[in-house]
């Protein structure tokens, strides 16, 4: 499970979890009433917790992990970050809509919007919902605080022309829309703009969540935008075909956020990214709709317009409908992970698979303090067979091999296909893993949050290294009484280079403002990061977090060709979440 | 004009890293007694404990973090497979049309030349023979133990390159040497390829970890690969500490030479391409009280060839051994992260787009951050020296030739160490002696140069009559340079003031617009004599007036500068400290516009401006003996290339120079003015 809040203010990393009250949002609709948390990542029933016996816990039906109790987590929290049980902080457990700032609309637009029959909400428990996405700092604001603005009015456009309906009113009363997914956003994408004067509306896509139809002959489906990605999944399985699609966020993210924000996903190195799996966009814009005229799987008429929509994140228009490659699901899956002396030879070899073009659907490669952090998720083990088992292994690494525990580290390996083929590709790779001196293990790793991620070339360990030595080194300028934990893994692979997420997470007891130093911290890292010749982003997007570095990024020129389109699309600014430009 | 922002408005500062702020000034005289009190005399533990024991000590430094142990032929290796050596030879196997295998051949020689063999056996030889000769020739070698500290943290966080002054050979062998005793570890030394002509102790230097570079490979781009490449892995993986001097050569004039670019690129592009984290520039500063090689440096400057090093002529300099040379002063200043310096600075690098093995030309940004770096680091050197009372005395002297009565001497002396203390000089003063016996022990040090007669103190050789043979003023020459070589020691922390001072002389003016003109006319000309930080006059104007206004020599209004009644004299004093270079410029000038031929040649410029000077001297018209040195000859050159006086061309054979008539005569002009005060005075 993914829990950036956790992650990211270790100290009082329980403060979340202890028991926030459930309360009702229209949400993933026709599961009934499946409850995420309103202050946090993912379920209500899926959290740390500390049980009576002061274990680690974590709850719940969902997950491999859940109600499993994780012994040596307590610990290795102690050790790595200085944490203790005594200083916890309770937030508050639900929200005090008296805070909330009033809803303004007026009387006109509810009149035509009734008229359109379109469900919409002003409560203020479905206004703050939208009003965030999950960066560390919105989260905050729903713990201790409350937002300056967010939206006055919620709808649930049903299909397309509801999209088309709702955005002929927001031009006919001058009114802002903001569109949201799954709101799983660590952008401040969703963020309202604190000045915004006219009425802000957020259209919520969710409702909008049919498969239209799937063409089994050119194995492409036609599929409403607002829906969630393990819907998408779980449905298209029914029927023996898949996506492939899977961003660590498809439990909750949707079609229509993968597309607004070039997402990627963990096996785009059979399935490919989203960029590659699009075959067709429809969006609803104030000027209009836009589309191409077939479900082609090239053409060469100018530049692509999809790509003008891909990372649009909301400031052009609606993505409504998707047409999207699909695949029969793969016959055999296999697990399996790779263990390295250090760092530098893991990323070694990684490079050397992407050479010989033999990557497998998902392979990755943790450093070793995360390595550690998976060893302290390891739940309490059954047997003593089991925990002899366990022994052994870790025998034969650390003394037979003669691998440091505190140097070295771990792929992670995911196949998919024809059973035959899959084994014939696993001994490829395990072959080139054995001239890095490697071992089979069989420990799962847990996803947990992701802070920043980039893409580069060839310079792999550098950055990593000056990366995670500047983290540590601003968080001790800041104050920070704790060493930070500073980790890092390559999530991708490519022909031209590859994808590291940078994780960290301290403890901020002592520090009066933990927000802003986060943020500073998280600012200097993202320089080094540009610095060390990293992009500003490999696919979370730009939102109004990295804004200030665009121009940089892709020049004055390019910064100006966004922008004409927008103007073009969007003169008067209806899509005004300003983010990206 | 810029001139027109007064010293007393708000002064524009170019962030704080960079700026020289004068608040320095006046917080370095309280510091200079702290840091006197932080040296410790390592000399004087060996003259009481076995130096076998001390060479055959167990020797385990600290290292930079994770760094496992390599043998010096596996890091040959790395060079040498190298992406960036290995793109090279790759290029000029296509251009030249020869196999690789030659080239590669070609490149393993250049390494095996270069290399060093750091082998503990050398460095206990070392430190055992070392123990033994430092223990003759000084009376002490004094070390801020801070400062090893400092550094003994900074090689455990980061790569460091050392990067001393550079007055004497004794200087990396006594590096290496501090570095030993206080179990640091031994840096590898960028060397003169000359030291290799030198059989066994070349072999022998190898050893104990100098690398060896050819004095010029400009044109070689495969020795320039090779020996970059041998660098940078050697800082990149944190092997040794990396040891060059800035200035290049030896001063042979006890100032400081403008930096080198060379090195210090190389060693900063790791950075500049993140293959680390950072790098520490750590600047050393070494005083010597007599330095060793002294006759030997004025020889050269009056353009006696320089002997070539040889082990013969090593064991000839034997008889030296038998000689006093006072006490050493080595100061490690606060190790500098490149990483803090080029904040904000160098953020957009050319390395970004480029692959990182393909060589480049520095981006204009960085080679201007390069040079400012390389500025930078001087003037921590230079901050750092520390100035012996005959330092002082030697600069008594020399406005007081031939001879001076040795009470008036003291008198003075005393009054320029005030004056000294007030511009934050960090001066190393005996205080346990009376004043008389401080001059006189310093005398004693120096009574090769100086003799006291009869109650009066004399140059040696010096007796300032007309119509001398050339004999004689060769030898008064060598005595005058000798001694100016101690007085410019004192140079570096007047020459603000001082220039303040001149243009005040020149100008005979009380309005500061007019006095700033003529003080950036002094920096321009004198910019490869003295060490200037780049682009900042206005700065060193105001740091100049901040010092003179602090000493009550002057008082400084919106519009106006004026000496008050007590500055008078030390107005002249400073004035007069530069008195031999203004003169030694207007000779040259006016050689030039008399003189000089068509166009000519540096050698051609030197051969004639010796002789047209000789015959100055000889005749009594003149008795600024400096201009006889090479060194301020060359600066001269250089100067009025640099101000369109003199055009510099390329041709097949070198550089030839042109003299710009009209421009030469309203510069000539200028030194007129100062010239004339002098002698009207």
């Known amino acids: 499970p993914k829990d950036s809040v956790c992650t990211m203010a270790q100290g009082t990393c329980l403060q979340g979890l202890q028991g926030p009250r459930a309360w009702p949002v229209r949400w993933l609709s026709g599961r009934g009433q499946e409850i995420l948390k309103w202050n946090g990542w993912g379920y209500n029933d899926s959290k740390f917790i500390f049980n009576k016996k002061g274990q680690a816990e974590f709850t719940g039906k969902r997950y491999r992990l859940s109600g499993m109790v994780l012994p040596v987590l307590k610990e290795w929290m102690e050790k790595t970050l200085g944490a203790s049980l005594e200083h916890k902080i309770t937030s508050r457990a639900f929200l005090n809509t008296s805070d909330v700032p009033p809803s303004i609309v007026s009387e006109e637009f509810l009149q035509d919007l009734r008229a359109s029959k379109i469900s919409y909400s002003q409560e203020a428990e479905d206004r703050v919902f939208r009003a965030h996405g999950h960066c560390l700092h919105e989260i905050f604001v729903l713990r201790?605080?409350?937002?300056?603005?967010?939206?006055?009015?919620?709808?649930?456009?049903?299909?397309?022309?509801?999209?088309?309906?709702?955005?002929?009113?927001?031009?006919?009363?001058?009114?802002?829309?903001?569109?949201?997914?799954?709101?799983?956003?660590?952008?401040?994408?969703?963020?309202?703009?604190?000045?915004?004067?006219?009425?802000?509306?957020?259209?919520?896509?969710?409702?909008?969540?049919?498969?239209?139809?799937?063409?089994?002959?050119?194995?492409?489906?036609?599929?409403?935008?607002?829906?969630?990605?393990?819907?998408?999944?779980?449905?298209?399985?029914?029927?023996?075909?898949?996506?492939?699609?899977?961003?660590?966020?498809?439990?909750?993210?949707?079609?229509g956020g993968w597309v607004a924000t070039r997402a990627s996903g963990m096996k785009k190195n059979i399935y490919g990214n989203i960029e590659d799996l699009v075959v067709h966009i429809k969006m609803v814009t104030p000027r209009g709709v836009i589309e191409k005229n077939c479900q082609v799987p090239r053409m060469s008429t100018g530049p692509d317009i999809h790509h003008f929509i891909m990372g649009s994140e909301g400031t052009l228009g609606v993505v409504t409908e998707v047409t999207i490659k699909i695949r029969p699901i793969p016959e055999y899956k296999k697990y399996g992970s790779v263990v390295f002396p250090n760092f530098e030879r893991g990323v070694a070899c990684l490079r050397e698979i992407a050479k010989q073009r033999c990557a497998p659907a998902s392979i990755r490669l943790v450093d070793n303090a995360q390595f550690q952090f998976g060893h302290a998720l390891k739940p309490q083990v059954a047997s003593i067979f089991t925990s002899f088992l366990d022994g052994l292994k870790k025998f034969y690494i650390t003394k037979f091999k003669g691998f440091d525990p505190n140097e070295l580290c771990v792929a992670t390996l995911l196949f998919e296909g024809d059973r035959e083929k899959v084994l014939q590709h696993e001994k490829q790779v395990y072959d080139i893993a054995a001239k890095f001196r490697y071992d089979f293990q069989g420990i799962l790793f847990l996803i947990w949050s992701e802070i920043l991620n980039y893409i580069f070339c060839y310079r792999v360990i550098d950055l990593c290294r000056n990366v995670k030595e500047r983290i540590v080194r601003e968080c001790k300028e800041k104050g920070v009484q704790f060493a930070p934990f500073s980790t890092c893994r390559v999530t991708q692979t490519y022909d031209a280079g590859a994808c590291v997420y940078f994780y960290f997470a301290f403890n901020y007891r002592g520090i009066s403002d933990p927000v802003h130093v986060y943020e500073q911290i998280e600012r200097a890292a993202r320089e080094e990061i540009l610095a060390n010749g990293g992009s500003l982003s490999h696919h979370h997007g730009v939102g109004k977090l990295r804004k200030q570095w665009m121009k940089e990024s892709i020049s004055d020129v390019g910064l100006g060709m966004l922008k004409s389109v927008k103007e073009y699309v969007d003169p008067n600014n209806i899509f005004g979440n300003r983010n990206l430009l | 004009t810029e001139c027109k922002s007064s010293p007393n408005s708000d002064i524009?500062?170019?962030?704080?890293?960079?700026?020289?702020?004068?608040?320095?000034?006046?917080?370095?005289?309280?510091?200079?007694?702290?840091?006197?009190?932080?040296?410790?005399?390592?000399?004087?533990?060996?003259?009481?404990?076995?130096?076998l024991r001390y060479a055959m000590k167990c020797y385990s430094p600290v290292i930079y973090k994770g760094l496992s142990a390599c043998k010096p032929s596996a890091i040959k290796d790395s060079v040498l497979q190298s992406e960036q050596v290995q793109y090279v030879i790759k290029q000029l196997s296509?251009?030249?049309?020869?196999?690789?295998?030659?080239?590669?051949?070609?490149?393993?020689?250049?390494?095996?030349?270069?290399?060093?063999?750091?082998?503990?056996?050398?460095?206990?030889?070392?430190a055992f023979s070392l123990s033994k000769i430092f223990k003759r020739l000084f009376q002490r070698v004094c070390v801020n133990e801070e400062g090893i500290q400092k550094l003994q943290q900074a090689i455990q966080e980061?790569?460091?390159?050392?990067?001393?002054?550079?007055?004497?050979?004794?200087?990396?062998?006594?590096?290496?040497?501090?570095?030993?005793?206080?179990?640091?570890?031994?840096?590898?030394?960028?060397?003169?390829?000359?030291?290799?002509?030198?059989?066994?102790?070349?072999?022998?230097?190898?050893?104990?970890?100098?690398?060896f570079m050819r004095r010029t490979f400009g044109g070689n781009r495969l020795y320039?690969?090779?020996?970059?490449?041998?660098?940078?892995?050697?800082?990149?993986?944190?092997?040794?500490?990396?040891?060059?001097?800035?200035?290049?050569?030896?001063?042979?004039?006890?100032?400081?030479?403008?930096?080198?670019?060379?090195?210090?690129?190389?060693?900063?592009?790791?950075?500049?391409?993140?293959?680390?984290?950072?790098?520490?520039?750590?600047?050393?500063?070494?005083?010597?009280?007599?330095?060793?090689?002294?006759?030997?440096?004025?020889?050269?400057?009056?353009?006696?060839?320089?002997?070539?090093?040889?082990?013969?002529?090593?064991?000839?300099?034997?008889?030296?051994?038998?000689?006093?040379?006072?006490?050493?002063?080595?100061?490690?200043?606060?190790?500098?992260?490149?990483?803090?310096?080029?904040?904000?600075?160098?953020?957009?690098?050319?390395y970004r787009l480029v692959p990182r093995h393909l060589p480049q030309k520095l981006s204009e940004d960085i080679q201007e951050f390069v040079t400012d770096v390389a500025y930078k680091m001087e003037l921590l050197q230079m901050e750092n020296m520390v100035l012996s009372p005959w330092v002082l005395i030697a600069s008594v002297l020399l406005q007081n030739l031939p001879a001076i009565d040795f009470e008036l001497l003291v008198e003075k002396t005393l009054w320029l160490k005030g004056l000294t203390q007030a511009?934050?000089?960090?001066?190393?003063?005996?205080?346990?002696?009376?004043?008389?016996?401080?001059?006189?022990?310093?005398?004693?040090?120096?009574?090769?140069?100086?003799?006291?007669?009869?109650?009066?103190?004399?140059?040696?050789?010096?007796?300032?009559?007309?119509?001398?043979?050339?004999?004689?003023?060769?030898?008064?020459?060598?005595?005058?340079?000798?001694?100016?070589?101690?007085?410019?020691?004192?140079?570096?922390?007047?020459?603000?003031?001082?220039?303040?001072?001149?243009?005040?002389?020149?100008?005979?003016?009380?309005?500061?617009?007019?006095?700033?003109?003529?003080?950036?006319?002094?920096?321009?000309?004198?910019?490869?004599?003295?060490?200037?930080?780049?682009?900042?006059?206005?700065?060193?104007?105001?740091?100049?007036?901040?010092?003179?206004?602090?000493?009550?020599?002057?008082?400084?209004?919106?519009?106006?500068?004026?000496v008050t009644e007590r500055g008078n004299s030390v107005a002249v004093f400073l004035a007069a400290l530069f008195r031999p270079f203004m003169k030694g410029y207007q000779i040259i000038s006016r050689y030039l516009s008399k003189e000089a031929k068509e166009a000519f040649t540096e050698k051609q410029f030197i051969l004639g401006i010796r002789?047209?000077?000789?015959?100055?001297?000889?005749?009594?018209?003149?008795?600024?003996?400096?201009?006889?040195?090479?060194?301020?000859?060359?600066?001269?050159?250089?100067?009025?290339?640099?101000?369109?006086?003199?055009?510099?061309?390329?041709?097949?054979?070198?550089?030839?120079?042109?003299?710009n008539k009209e421009a030469l005569n309203k510069t000539a002009e200028m030194f007129g003015k100062c010239i004339s005060y002098w002698y009207t005075s």
């Not at chain 2, 700026?19 to 917080?27: I, K």
């Not at chain 2, 006889?628 to 006086?645: I, M, P, T």
Request: aromatic residues 10%; contains cysteine; negative net charge.
């Open chain 1, 144 to 255: 201790e605080g409350m937002f300056k603005r967010i939206p006055d009015i919620v709808v649930w456009p049903g299909c397309h022309d509801d999209v088309v309906k709702i955005v002929e009113l927001a031009c006919k009363h001058n009114l802002c829309i903001i569109p949201i997914g799954g709101g799983t956003s660590v952008s401040s994408a969703l963020e309202c703009p604190a000045d915004e004067r006219r009425t802000i509306v957020s259209l919520d896509t969710s409702q909008m969540n049919r498969i239209l139809w799937v063409d089994e002959k050119n194995l492409t489906a036609h599929i409403e935008a607002g829906i969630i990605g393990q819907d998408l999944e779980r449905q298209l399985g029914e029927s023996g075909y898949c996506t492939g699609h899977e961003p660590d966020s498809m439990e909750f993210s949707s079609l």
């Open chain 2, 12 to 51: 524009r500062k170019p962030g704080s890293i960079w700026s020289h702020s004068v608040f320095a000034y006046s917080q370095q005289k309280e510091l200079t007694s702290k840091k006197r009190d932080e040296f410790e005399d390592i000399l004087e533990e060996r003259r009481q404990s076995s130096d």
């Open chain 2, 94 to 126: 296509k251009e030249m049309g020869e196999s690789t295998d030659i080239i590669q051949e070609e490149a393993i020689e250049i390494l095996d030349e270069m290399g060093h063999n750091l082998h503990i056996g050398a460095i206990r030889f070392f």
């Open chain 2, 158 to 211: 980061h790569p460091v390159v050392l990067l001393p002054s550079h007055r004497s050979y004794i200087d990396f062998l006594m590096l290496s040497y501090l570095l030993y005793t206080y179990d640091l570890a031994l840096p590898v030394i960028a060397a003169g390829m000359d030291f290799l002509g030198m059989k066994i102790v070349g072999e022998l230097l190898r050893r104990s970890g100098a690398f």
């Open chain 2, 224 to 350: 320039w690969a090779v020996f970059a490449e041998y660098v940078k892995t050697m800082l990149r993986n944190g092997y040794a500490p990396i040891e060059f001097f800035l200035e290049g050569t030896r001063s042979r004039t006890a100032k400081t030479l403008t930096p080198k670019f060379g090195l210090l690129s190389i060693v900063m592009e790791p950075f500049f391409k993140r293959e680390v984290f950072d790098t520490y520039l750590v600047p050393i500063s070494i005083s010597y009280e007599r330095i060793l090689e002294e006759s030997l440096y004025a020889y050269e400057l009056l353009g006696v060839p320089k002997p070539k090093e040889s082990t013969s002529g090593l064991l000839k300099a034997r008889k030296i051994l038998s000689d006093n040379f006072g006490s050493i002063h080595v100061y490690f200043g606060q190790p500098v992260s490149l990483r803090t310096l080029a904040y904000g600075r160098v953020d957009r690098c050319p």
């Open chain 2, 423 to 562: 511009f934050g000089g960090f001066l190393e003063w005996p205080d346990n002696l009376s004043a008389n016996k401080a001059v006189t022990s310093s005398l004693a040090l120096h009574s090769n140069i100086v003799s006291l007669v009869n109650g009066q103190v004399v140059l040696n050789d010096v007796r300032m009559e007309n119509g001398a043979t050339e004999e004689l003023v060769f030898k008064q020459a060598l005595s005058i340079l000798m001694c100016g070589a101690y007085r410019n020691q004192l140079l570096n922390v007047f020459v603000r003031p001082s220039l303040v001072a001149v243009a005040l002389q020149m100008t005979q003016s009380f309005r500061k617009e007019e006095i700033y003109s003529c003080f950036i006319f002094l920096r321009d000309i004198l910019y490869d004599e003295f060490i200037f930080f780049p682009g900042i006059a206005l700065k060193d104007f105001e740091e100049g007036c901040f010092l003179l206004t602090k000493s009550d020599v002057i008082q400084v209004t919106p519009q106006e500068i004026l």
């Open chain 2, 611 to 659: 002789n047209f000077a000789f015959q100055l001297l000889q005749t009594g018209s003149t008795q600024c003996y400096e201009v006889l040195s090479s060194d301020l000859q060359k600066n001269a050159l250089a100067a009025f290339v640099r101000l369109d006086v003199v055009k510099k061309m390329k041709t097949t054979n070198g550089f030839t120079y042109t003299v």
